[in-house]
């Protein structure tokens, strides 16, 4: 790739983001408009991603799809590599600010795909940190990623890449209970910070304060959270103060101090009102909802669990938003990665239960529909599912989830034409390309009784648990598309839930009963 002048300069913006994001948009305002008169349409593109990103960054998704989505148009014209990788990056950003986690995951995985094999490695590293932010835990793609960045560091002499790896990795660890390991790497980010005079972000010390949080080291905590909010303490992103409150507000419950506690959730609720973050304010009123609750103050909870639900529903619609705002657009083959292969196969695969996702089960019934016989979809879901979680507890609920994921797969494995996936929630389906209308109404009875018959005591505890069933099929209902077999068959579904649940209903003929206990 010929890189301008221009060019250059934009990349020594996109390389300070990690401590000047916020400042960078009257720079990159500038870069943007001397390319622009230079008839640099590269520069001049890459320039307005770094406005979309600070833009993004503050709250205004909309406004940065906006530009991200003419950005795309010009990589695609100009067939510049490393200005799509770009683009994807920024959607990575854009979809996880919009809590679009599905799809923030896949751009996150395109800008490691699509990046040129000689663009500059601290571009290739900051890309592999934001797919760290997505990976599967469970994946030691994450632990593989993590260490080539750190190498990049080192071989680039990058203290503050190293620092970013190191935050990233250290909240991981602390996430899923290593404790001792969260513990030695926020020692290190220490270090680090001290030995190249390279001051901790508030999202470090956050990280940092959470890691002793989880170590039950209160007084560290509350010191590290307290650094963050020192004057001048570096902060490019509209979300990190307020989740740093909530931090706070979490170490002072666990310190006794309730009044001083919920002056930071107030902070935090203030903050995220202003800067328009419903994810942030969704999690501020479930920790208020679930102090409350153990405290047994019920009247509290409940209000608090009110703002909890709505702010969830907003969430639900910036994601529908950003969905239709950030189009997947489709593009050529791209360059052979080494990680391609592994990197589609996670794109493509619902990390709680190993299926399939409906990214795959999408691309799988298009590809199916261009075939000679009919192709019937089913929408499987669990009844009562929520019963679960509230009496058990969400890891009971997952439990349930992973295991029912793992009969659908014995269920298909073997079976000519059959294909499952995780749709999301508790919505599961199956896919059956070439069977006759009659074949797939005994299949999935079979199914639907064989999950009501399976021994689920040690994930539900003594749960019923049972599924209802909706189908449509391309033969019997004259349906064409993915999006007509889906809506016709999510029409059946929930005529098969208000006739009872635990049924399967087809194109034709009603449901047959099979009720037993309570259910959803």
Same mark, same amino acid.
């Given at each position: 790739?010929?890189?301008?002048?221009?060019?250059?300069?934009?990349?020594?913006?996109?390389?300070?983001?990690?401590?000047?994001?916020?400042?960078?948009?009257?720079?990159?305002?500038?870069?943007?408009?001397? $390319?622009?008169?230079?008839?640099?349409?590269?520069?001049?593109?890459?320039?307005?991603?770094?406005?979309?990103?600070?833009?993004?960054?503050?709250?205004?998704?909309?406004?940065?799809?906006?530009?991200?989505?003419?950005?795309?148009?010009?990589?695609?014209?100009?067939?510049?590599?490393?200005?799509?990788?770009?683009?994807?990056?920024?959607?990575?950003?854009?979809?996880?600010?919009?809590?679009?986690?599905?799809?923030?995951?896949?751009?996150?995985?395109?800008?490691?795909?699509?990046?040129?094999?000689?663009?500059?490695?601290?571009?290739?590293?900051?890309?592999?940190?934001?797919?760290?932010?997505?990976?599967? =835990?469970?994946?030691?793609?994450?632990?593989?990623?993590?260490?080539?960045?750190?190498?990049?560091?080192?071989?680039?002499?990058?203290?503050?890449?190293?620092?970013?790896?190191?935050?990233?990795?250290?909240?991981?660890?602390?996430?899923?209970?290593?404790?001792?390991?969260?513990?030695?790497?926020?020692?290190?980010?220490?270090?680090?910070?001290?030995?190249?005079?390279?001051?901790?972000?508030?999202? &470090?010390?956050?990280?940092?304060?959470?890691?002793?949080?989880?170590?039950?080291?209160?007084?560290?905590?509350?010191?590290?959270?307290?650094?963050?909010?020192?004057?001048?303490?570096?902060? !490019?992103?509209?979300?990190?103060?307020?989740?740093?409150?909530?931090? $706070?507000?979490?170490?002072?419950?666990?310190?006794?101090?309730?009044?001083?506690?919920?002056?930071?959730?107030?902070?935090?609720?203030?903050?995220?009102?202003?800067?328009?973050?419903?994810?942030?304010?969704?999690?501020?009123?479930?920790?208020?909802?679930?102090?409350?609750?153990?405290?047994? &103050?019920?009247?509290?909870?409940?209000?608090?669990?009110?703002?909890?639900?709505?702010?969830?529903?907003?969430?639900?619609?910036?994601? !529908?938003?950003?969905?239709?705002?950030?189009?997947?657009?489709?593009?050529?083959?791209?360059?052979?990665?080494?990680?391609?292969?592994?990197?589609?196969?996670?794109?493509?695969?619902?990390?709680?239960?190993?299926?399939?996702?409906? =990214?795959?089960?999408?691309?799988?019934?298009?590809?199916?529909?261009?075939?000679?016989?009919?192709?019937?979809?089913?929408?499987?879901?669990?009844?009562?599912?929520? =019963?679960? !979680?509230?009496?058990?507890?969400?890891?009971?609920?997952?439990?349930?989830?992973?295991?029912?994921?793992?009969?659908?797969?014995?269920?298909?494995?073997?079976?000519?034409?059959?294909?499952?996936?995780?749709?999301?929630?508790?919505?599961?389906?199956?896919?059956?390309?070439?069977?006759?209308?009659?074949?797939?109404?005994?299949?999935?009875?079979?199914?639907?009784?064989?999950?009501?018959?399976?021994?689920?005591?040690?994930?539900?505890?003594?749960?019923?648990?049972?599924?209802?069933?909706?189908?449509?099929?391309?033969?019997?209902?004259?349906?064409?598309?993915?999006?007509?077999?889906?809506?016709?068959?999510?029409?059946?579904?929930?005529?098969?839930?208000?006739?009872?649940? !635990?049924?399967?209903?087809?194109?034709?003929?009603?449901?047959?009963?099979?009720?037993?206990?309570?259910? =959803?």
């Amino acid at each position: 790739m010929s890189v301008t002048p221009l060019v250059d300069q934009v990349r020594a913006l996109e390389r300070a983001r990690g401590y000047e994001l916020l400042g960078q948009g009257e720079a990159a305002a500038a870069i943007e408009a001397a $390319a622009e008169a230079a008839g640099d349409r590269v520069a001049a593109v890459r320039a307005a991603l770094v406005r979309a990103d600070v833009i993004g960054t503050t709250g205004d998704v909309e406004t940065a799809g906006l530009i991200v989505q003419s950005a795309v148009r010009v990589a695609e014209e100009t067939g510049d590599d490393e200005l799509l990788a770009r683009t994807h990056f920024l959607r990575f950003q854009l979809h996880l600010q919009a809590g679009d986690v599905a799809e923030s995951r896949w751009h996150a995985i395109r800008a490691v795909e699509v990046l040129p094999a000689d663009a500059p490695a601290w571009l290739r590293a900051e890309h592999l940190l934001a797919l760290t932010v997505v990976l599967d =835990r469970a994946v030691d793609s994450h632990e593989a990623v993590i260490a080539e960045v750190l190498a990049i560091a080192a071989s680039e002499d990058d203290p503050a890449l190293e620092l970013f790896a190191l935050n990233n990795t250290a909240w991981e660890h602390a996430d899923v209970g290593h404790v001792d390991e969260a513990v030695r790497l926020a020692a290190r980010m220490r270090r680090v910070a001290t030995a190249s005079g390279i001051p901790l972000r508030m999202a &470090d010390l956050d990280t940092v304060a959470t890691v002793e949080l989880r170590a039950g080291r209160f007084e560290e905590a509350w010191s590290a959270i307290t650094e963050a909010f020192q004057p001048g303490c570096p902060d !490019n992103g509209a979300d990190h103060e307020p989740v740093a409150r909530l931090t $706070a507000f979490r170490i002072l419950i666990g310190l006794e101090r309730t009044e001083a506690a919920f002056g930071q959730l107030q902070t935090a609720r203030t903050l995220a009102t202003e800067r328009h973050l419903p994810g942030v304010l969704a999690e501020v009123e479930e920790a208020d909802a679930t102090y409350r609750a153990t405290t047994g &103050d019920w009247e509290g909870a409940y209000r608090a669990h009110v703002r909890f639900h709505r702010e969830h529903v907003r969430l639900q619609d910036r994601q !529908n938003a950003a969905r239709a705002l950030l189009a997947q657009v489709q593009f050529d083959a791209s360059t052979a990665r080494r990680d391609r292969d592994r990197f589609r196969a996670l794109a493509l695969t619902d990390s709680l239960t190993g299926l399939p996702n409906r =990214r795959a089960v999408e691309e799988h019934v298009r590809e199916v529909l261009d075939g000679p016989g009919p192709v019937t979809v089913a929408i499987v879901d669990l009844d009562h599912f929520k =019963r679960v !979680n509230d009496e058990r507890s969400h890891d009971a609920g997952d439990a349930v989830l992973r295991e029912l994921g793992v009969l659908l797969r014995r269920y298909v494995d073997g079976a000519p034409g059959k294909f499952c996936a995780r749709l999301g929630g508790e919505e599961f389906v199956v896919v059956w390309e070439g069977w006759s209308v009659s074949a797939v109404e005994l299949s999935t009875e079979a199914l639907r009784s064989g999950i009501e018959q399976h021994d689920w005591f040690p994930s539900a505890a003594g749960i019923p648990i049972t599924v209802s069933v909706g189908f449509a099929t391309t033969t019997a209902e004259s349906l064409t598309t993915w999006s007509d077999l889906v809506a016709r068959a999510d029409a059946r579904l929930y005529e098969a839930k208000r006739a009872g649940r !635990n049924r399967v209903l087809g194109p034709q003929g009603p449901p047959a009963p099979h009720a037993r206990g309570p259910g =959803r």
